[in-house]
């Protein structure tokens, strides 16, 4: 079976940084997503990871360890639009459908 | 259109009723999904199709929920007999290719009473 878990909620001030962690037990892996997902609105894609190592872009980065079953979404110079919930999801399996964590929700206040 | 488009945005029904409803991918996406997003988790996996081949139902419920995608471009999913442990927003998501990068429609909240 899949196993993916991230913290349920996280709190940060405004201009901070703050890391969501992600580990996962899977049969297979291929890949693992980071999703944002304001409440009401489709998820929309922040990164992609499938080597070991950590991704920048921009204010966000994902960073990825294979060998541990681990990954976090750190994000720099919060900003309050960053409220929101943040899904894990990695993808196994020949069919590469991505399974997904509950989700973190992240609540930024000034 | 330039995203994934779902409908109704939201559906009221009375337990018991049938329900269908629409996903309209991103022209020329090979890969549907459908996700179950109950309040306050994660997406779970329904079902995927690669054009108007159905992959996999492993997770579909039960056998009330039926997928189709006839023609690889829209898909509907339609539940029937719905029940109110049903209630949740179904997410679409749709993609060029397996692993290029998924795009999810606003979903479609349905609400069984």
Known sequence: GQNIDQPTEMTATEGAIVQINCTYQTSGFNGLFWYQQHAGEAPTFLSYNVLDGLEEKGRFSSFLSRSKGYSYLLLKELQMKDSASYLCAVETGGSYIPTFGRGTSLIVHP | ?113
């Open chain 2, 1 to 113: 259109g330039a995203g994934v488009s779902q409908s109704p945005r939201y559906k009221v029904a009375k337990r018991g009723q049938d329900v269908a409803l629409r996903c309209d991918p991103i022209s020329g996406h090979v890969s549907l999904f459908w996700y179950q997003q109950a309040l306050g988790q994660g997406p779970e996996f329904l079902t995927y199709f690669q054009n108007e081949a159905q992959l996999d139902k492993s997770g579909l419920p039960s056998d009330r929920f039926f997928a189709e995608r006839p023609e690889g471009s829209v898909s509907t999913l339609k539940i029937q007999r719905t029940q109110q442990e049903d209630s949740a927003v179904y997410l679409c998501a749709s993609s060029l290719e397996d692993n290029y990068g998924y795009t999810f429609g606003s979903g479609t909240r349905l609400t069984v009473v």
